[in-house]
């Protein structure tokens, strides 16, 4: 009866949970409509008529910002040297990419293992693969080299992702044969910034803003050109050049609230489908285990909980 008094009869998940209707919900789709921005390292190449000869050309430079438009059933490519973006939020998660070795045709080359988005890398994270971390060691490693070879390859091989969700305005866009198209501003937007020197630059940022008592989502960073970073192949890898514009400030008004909310939804839809896909994984691999190792498994946890109790 205590417990039905200190319900909140206006809280649809107190009430559901209550009533046994928590593990009723339909699995959460995992389906993204943000727009996606990111840096697009390769040029790209078309074919121009020049003296009557088709001609191939690049048409979109190595290092260039690229907008994924996404709708619900397709997706085009927008690209601009410079842009301007307002940060509403950050979050940060881990990924890994997995390569398929075996892919034939029509199969995908590899996946990729995603924790939930968190505030802090600094505590375990539940991934998509029923694991934690995407299977890196817990804590702070002292001696890396001490560590087994194959722990050291898999740690490498994880990458920290500084998730930031604002609007974007691009300069001059084009599509990805060079056309220009119309200016497209203020499109909200989400970049996994998972290089490790653009996650630093727009970390220093952050922190500077802070210092200043200043929210991200109160000034325009402004992002005019890229810097390319020289590989021993000769091909090369780009990162930002930003610079927060502290000459104007926004005030938060109610279109950024509600597109504040939205963001949040994205991130909890995206965080239930990481951990819907924790649980069955979780629980795939206990299909695994023998009766027995079962039955000792659930000794433990019995003693584990009449001891906290």
């Known amino acids: 009866m205590s417990e039905l008094a200190n319900l909140n009869v206006d809280n649809y998940e107190d009430l ?30 078309g074919k121009v008529e020049v003296n009557g000869k088709p001609t191939n ?38 990924k890994r990419y997995v390569a398929n070795q075996g892919a034939k045709g029509g199969e995908k080359k590899g996946s990729f293992h995603r924790t939930i988005m968190a505030d802090s890398l600094n505590i375990d994270l539940k991934d998509n693969t029923g694991r934690f971390n995407c299977g890196k060691p817990s804590g702070y490693v002292e001696d890396f080299q001490a560590l087994p070879k194959s722990t050291q390859d898999l740690i ?7 998730v930031l969700f604002g609007t974007v305005s691009m300069e001059d866009p084009v599509d990805e044969k060079g056309v220009p198209v119309e200016n497209f501003s203020d499109s909200p937007f989400i970049w996994e910034v998972d290089n490790k020197d653009a996650f630093k630059t727009f970390g220093d940022l952050f922190s500077e803003l802070s210092e200043k008592s200043r929210l991200p989502i109160q ?4 992002l005019n050109g890229t810097h390319a970073n020289q590989l021993p192949n000769g091909s090369s890898f780009y990162t930002p050049i930003v610079e927060v514009d502290y000459t104007e ?61």
């Open 156 to 162: 490498r091989q994880i990458k920290r992702v500084r």
């Open 249 to 309: 400030s926004f005030e938060i008004n109610d279109e950024d609230k509600k597109l504040f909310g939205e963001f949040s939804m994205f991130i909890k839809g995206f965080n239930d489908w990481v951990c819907k896909e924790w649980d069955t994984n979780v629980q795939k691999r206990q299909g695994d285990v023998s009766e027995a190792d079962q039955e000792v498994i659930e000794d433990f946890i019995d003693i584990d909980t009449e001891e906290v109790q």
């Open 57 to 94: 050309v690049e048409v979109i430079e190595g290092g260039a910002y690229r907008l994924e438009v996404v709708s619900e059933d397709s997706s085009f490519y927008i690209f601009s040297k410079n842009i301007t973006i307002r940060p509403f939020m950050q979050r940060f998660m881990l």
């Open 16 to 45: 559901a949970r209550a009533m046994g209707m928590a593990t009723e919900k339909k699995a959460p789709k995992k389906t993204s409509t943000l727009n996606r921005l990111r840096i697009w390292h390769s040029p790209i190449m």
């Open 219 to 222: 000034h325009a960073m402004h």
